[in-house]
Every structure is written in structure tokens, then in C-alpha cells.
T-cell receptor
Framework: DQQVKQNSPSLSVQEGRISILNCDYT??????FLWYKKYPAEGPTFLIS?????DKNEDGRFTVFLNKSAKHLSLHIVPSQPGDSAVYFC?????????FGAGTRLTVKP | DTEVTQTPKHLVMGMTNKKSLKCEQH?????MYWYKQKAKKPPELMFV???????INESVPSRFSPECPNSSLLNLHLHALQPEDSALYLC?????????????FGQGTRLTVV
């Protein structure tokens, strides 16, 4: 039972453009959402998070949007850089229980 | 110090061996997690310890046995594993409670069962 879904396994974007990564969840008990970035053979690295009481959180080039009624969140990266190429995982937290989506592999082309 | 340290980085073990994975953090986090990640799959939650007590066990086979000896350490004892248990094992820590802060992950232990 996949409670957190990232339906796009891959995304390719030109350098300088916007990257939009999407995530959907089914469990309304989730109240905190995080994005992680992962390189091969490394552990996930925290990127940005958002609480369910907000609908937007911004940190430099990264912005996360949350639509609670749609149970949907997205990560915007503007402008995208080649160094952003990695796998991005969406994670949802409820009561000490963190669930990950399947990940989206982002490739930013120079 | 925002580091979660996992040892060893790589482990090859036979199906009859007993080994342990170790995880350590000194951030004062009181929730620690074990995740298993197979290639091209998301990390899957195995166990959660909150205040050194096991709070979540995601129906993990008994050949995996977690232990939290104190608030800084988390172990995963392995015994009689199967080749399909080969994966990247990730440890993470965070503050417990409903409004968790971000979890910090270790680099993982790459386990190969032969």
C-alpha cells in the first residue's frame, strides 16, 4: 500500500529552466512533508520541508507547495542547475512514521 | 554536529553468519529509524525507536533484530539472512513527536548476502 506516490520516475530539464517534481499522498494523518535528494551510494540528504499548516515554503532556489485538499505537494527548483541532477524523494510524516515516495530522477542538461 | 554515522559502509556476509550494523548520532535526537533500500526503489521503513523504545516494527522478519542501547546508538543485528536481503540499509534520526523536524540520514551500509 503506497501511501506516498511520485508518479514520474524521471524528469529532464534544461539548465536555467524550472524543474517541477510532484508528489501525492493518500493518508490524511500525514502532517509534515519533506523532500530529500539522493546521489548513488549515499544516504538521502534533506532539502526542504513544509508543515501541513502552510501551503508554501521557500529556501533559495527551492520552493515546496502543499495542497492539502488535493493531498498533493510539489517541489520547484528555479533556476535548475546541472548539479541538481539526482534522485528526489518526497517523504511524509505522521506520528513518527515517515514514508517515502518512489523517487523522481531529475536530469538537468547544460 | 549534524552527522549520522553508520558502520560498516560495506558488508558481505554468508547466510549462516551473524553480523551487526551500527548507527550513531550526537544531535540529541530521540527517534531513530532503520530503512532498507533496494536498487531503484524508495527507502522502506523497517523499525522506529522513540525514546529508546521500539515504537514501530513494519512486520520485519525476525532475522533482523534491532537494538537501541542508548539515545545515541542504534544497532541492527543480522542472522541467517537470505540473498534477497541484500540492500542498502539506512539509519536516520530526528526528534520524535507529531511535528517532526527533518530526519538526518547516515550514508548507509551496503549489505550483500552470499
Amino acid at each position: 500500500d503506497q501511501q506516498v506516490k511520485q508518479n514520474s520516475p524521471s524528469l529532464s530539464v534544461q539548465e536555467g529552466r524550472i524543474s517541477i517534481l510532484n508528489c501525492d499522498y493518500t493518508n490524511s494523518m500525514f502532517d509534515y512533508f519533506l523532500w530529500y535528494k539522493k546521489y548513488p551510494a549515499e544516504g538521502p540528504t534533506f532539502l526542504i520541508s513544509i508543515s501541513s499548516i502552510k501551503d508554501k515554503n521557500e529556501d533559495g532556489r527551492f520552493t515546496v507547495f502543499l495542497n492539502k485538499s488535493a493531498k498533493h505537494l510539489s517541489l520547484h527548483i528555479v533556476p535548475s542547475q546541472p548539479g541538481d541532477s539526482a534522485v528526489y524523494f518526497c517523504a511524509a510524516v505522521g506520528n513518527n512514521d515517515m514514508r517515502f515516495g518512489a523517487g523522481t530522477r531529475l536530469t538537468v542538461k547544460p | 554536529d549534524t552527522e549520522v554515522t553508520q558502520t560498516p559502509k560495506h558488508l558481505v556476509m554468508g547466510m549462516t553468519n551473524k553480523k551487526s550494523l551500527k548507527c550513531e548520532q550526537h544531535m540529541g535526537h530521540r527517534a531513530m529509524y532503520w530503512y532498507k533500500q533496494k536498487a531503484k526503489k524508495p527507502p522502506e521503513l523497517m523499525f522506529v525507536y522513540s525514546y529508546e523504545k521500539l515504537s514501530i516494527n513494519e512486520s520485519v522478519p525476525s532475522r533482523f533484530s534491532p537494538e537501541c542501547p542508548n539515545s545515541s546508538l542504534l544497532n541492527l543485528h543480522l542472522h541467517a539472512l537470505q540473498p534477497e536481503d541484500s540492500a542498502l540499509y539506512l539509519c536516520a534520526s530526528s526528534q520524535p513527536g507529531r511535528m517532526n523536524t527533518e530526519a538526518f540520514f547516515g550514508q548507509g551500509t551496503r549489505l550483500t548476502v552470499v
